[in-house]
């Protein structure tokens, strides 16, 4: 990487990267693997330090697609954290989403699948908070408290719930259902309600978690119904009769399981329950005095979580597959209404390094066609193979639905664009592991149009349909063997360029790289 003296330098690099990756392809492809000429991580002493209001902040946002390891990264962080004596405990802050987010963390035994919950929960000195900017669906919650505590004991204090986050009910997921079934446009939901939850919160009809907890809720709860009841109608529906997901039934089976809406009695009836249950449990907070609190005292760690990505973004994503909240680092704003930016020290996108995945229906330009039924005797090309490799030895299949996620090949052009909307300043890849030595790894440089003109990334089927993604094959590496790694001259050497080509090519310096699926295996550069 180039010699970059001050932060004026780091930003123009990182600039020029995104406006013209087609121009640096040979001039990154000649410094590592001919000249040999690299330094993987925060190049010494000349990287500008960030200067951050707020020492110990780290804020972990995807930049793919989704499914980047996120989860096991704040638990990895979270442990470095209480490594420095000075930290006594990690605050770890859902701000965005839902529990349409699916993630695993691991300790000891101990292998939990959490969808709203943050992946501090394992740990004694993590306090968990789900914020205002999060969307919940309060039966869903207790779901997945009584899950987790089964296998971990009582949350109390390890947990806290912001009275101003959205509140989400079957009637938003029956909107979900009605929408998809009734337009053409509505495609690409998990089913979970969060798109007419934000939608509502947008438009003001929808309500907060302090609604259901107000004295006045069951009149207010018992409007909504009404308002939803003519909706329904309107389009010669019953309300009542709608499916909707049942995730008390799915954990316990293990399948997607629904159950009705039901009349307003059994719908109110329901939501009493489980409103009794969260007030008993103490959990719900106005998190402003939490944040105040944490933000003076130095010695607890801060760090915010994020869920979905920056491909998933409700504004920079690619629709149909998009969210509806802000993946970014710029989400905590509005998620927290505390912290800004500026106050936080180190912001990480997160990427899968050798290939990346995808959920949805939306085809990326780099999509590997892979064949639904292989059971099949057919004639694969060796990219579908590959394709077909990578998701079997990734394991990329749905942590909820347990369906097989699209492979697409690495996308630098994606990558630049996302890492720089996202507002990170450094990067961590993960499933370094995915790749043998036998492989030649596709990695997508930039865009040409049919005219064989550079055509800039852009988010949208629109803008990429004509899209004629570019590549560069470069060696794979002994993916077992970086298991065994400890530092970074520990990785094949292989590995080590490739990583150094993504650094060169984006501008943005990878300081973290994980080479298996247990929390031991990372390295930090
Ligand atoms: P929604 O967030 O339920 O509205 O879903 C919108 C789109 O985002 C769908 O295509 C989902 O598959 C996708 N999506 C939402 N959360 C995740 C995630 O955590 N990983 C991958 N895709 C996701």
């Not at 089964?150 to 009637?171: F, M, N, P, Q």
């Not at 709608?242 to 809406?261: A, F, H, M, Q």
């Amino acid at each position: 990487m180039k010699v970059i003296k001050n932060q004026t330098d780091y930003h123009k690099l990182q600039s020029e990267r995104f406006l013209y990756p087609q121009n640096f392809v040979e001039q990154s492809y000649n410094n590592v693997y001919k000249k040999n000429t690299f330094e993987l991580g925060l190049p010494k002493k000349t990287f500008p330090k960030r200067l951050a209001s707020r020492i110990h902040t780290l804020a972990i946002v995807g930049i793919a697609l989704g499914d980047e390891g996120k989860g096991r990264l704040v638990d990895n962080a979270i442990e470095t954290f209480l490594e420095n004596k000075e930290i006594t405990s990690v605050a770890v802050i859902r701000f965005q989403g839902g529990n349409n987010a699916g993630h695993s963390v691991e300790k000891g035994k101990i292998k939990l699948a959490l969808h709203l919950i943050p992946s501090g929960v394992l740990h004694k000195k993590a306090l968990n908070i789900i914020d205002r900017g999060v969307v919940v669906h309060p039966e869903d919650l207790q779901t997945e408290i009584e899950y987790v505590e089964e296998h971990t004991g009582d949350i109390k204090k390890r947990l806290y719930l912001s009275e101003d986050a959205i509140l989400c009910t079957d009637l938003e997921r029956a909107e979900e259902v009605l929408n998809r079934s009734k337009t053409n446009s509505a495609k690409g939901g998990t089913g979970r309600g969060i798109g007419p939850s934000y939608a509502h919160h947008y438009d003001k009809l929808g309500l907060k978690l302090y609604d259901l907890f107000s004295d006045d809720w069951e009149e207010k709860l018992s409007t909504y119904y009404d308002w939803y009841e003519n909706l329904f109608a309107s389009f010669n529906l019953k309300l009542e009769e709608i499916d909707v997901p049942d995730y008390k039934k799915t954990l316990k089976t293990g399948k997607s399981e629904s159950r009705t809406v039901g009349n307003k009695n059994t719908f109110l009836t329901r939501l009493k329950k489980t409103r009794a249950w969260i007030q008993k449990k103490n959990i719900l907070i106005n998190t402003f005095t939490l944040h105040k609190n944490l933000y003076e005292k130095e010695n607890q760690a801060v760090l915010f979580e994020g869920a979905q990505a920056a491909g998933l973004d409700a504004w920079l994503g690619t629709l149909p597959d998009v969210t509806a909240s802000n993946t970014s680092v710029f989400g905590v704003r509005d998620g927290t209404g505390f912290w800004k930016i500026d106050d936080i020290e180190r912001m990480c996108g997160v990427f899968k390094i050798p290939y990346t995945s995808s959920v949805g229906s939306r085809k990326m330009p780099t999509h590997i066609d892979i064949p639904s039924d292989l059971t099949q005797n057919q004639n694969l090309t060796n990219e579908q193979k590959w394709g077909i490799w990578v998701r079997e030895s990734a394991h990329e299949y749905g942590t909820t639905t347990g369906r097989p996620r699209d492979i697409t090949h690495l996308d630098l052009a994606m990558l630049t664009y996302n890492a720089r909307m996202s507002g990170v300043t450094q990067l961590i890849g993960t499933h370094l592991d995915t790749s043998l030595e036998t492989d030649q790894i596709k990695v997508c440089t930039h865009y040409i149009d049919k005219k064989g003109a550079y055509l800039p990334y852009q988010p949208g089927i629109r803008h990429l349909t004509n899209a004629i993604p570019q590549y560069i094959t470069l060696p794979g590496w002994n993916g077992i063997r970086c298991r065994n790694g400890k530092k970074k001259n520990d990785l094949p050497k292989n590995a080590q360029k490739f990583l150094a080509f993504i650094q060169e090519q984006t501008g943005y310096p990878i300081v973290a790289v994980t080479t298996g699926p247990d929390r031991k295996h990372i390295i930090y550069f």
